[in-house]
């Protein structure tokens, strides 16, 4: 197995992790405070996002994910400000609650980039300890 493979079941491992995490904090009646359901929700779907975007370029630096990631994650975040009738329906719908949520709020922001820092830091000591070369 090639180094670029075994990275890449590790982000699929770690994205499965993050996608469990985040439905069961979101939606299983486990007692939990709000801001726990709600903000671990977001960070989780945050970091999913960085674990994608290390799938998609395993050799690219930690910093430079936790940067697209987080640039991703915000500009998702800024679409709810725009509304129509189509996408607003779409936004209440479950998918749309999943992937765009339903309404802007900059303490989703601070989530998201305080979870991909946290998932920059476990690809550069977890996933990379092993890692290829990088591109320049």
Known sequence: MTPIVRQRL???GLGAVTLIVGLTVRFAPLGLPWFVVKYGGSAMWALMVYWVL???WPRCRAGLLALAAGVIA???ELQRLYHSPGLD????SLAGILLLGK???VRDIVAYWL???VGAVVDGV???AARIEPYR
């Open 74 to 76: 915000t500009l998702v």
């Open 115 to 117: 979870a991909i820092a």
């Open 54 to 56: 290390a799938f998609i």
């Open 89 to 92: 329906a779409f936004r209440h």
């Open 126 to 128: 977890w996933v990379h």
């Open 10 to 12: 590790k982000y699929v």
């Open 103 to 105: 309404l802007f709020s």
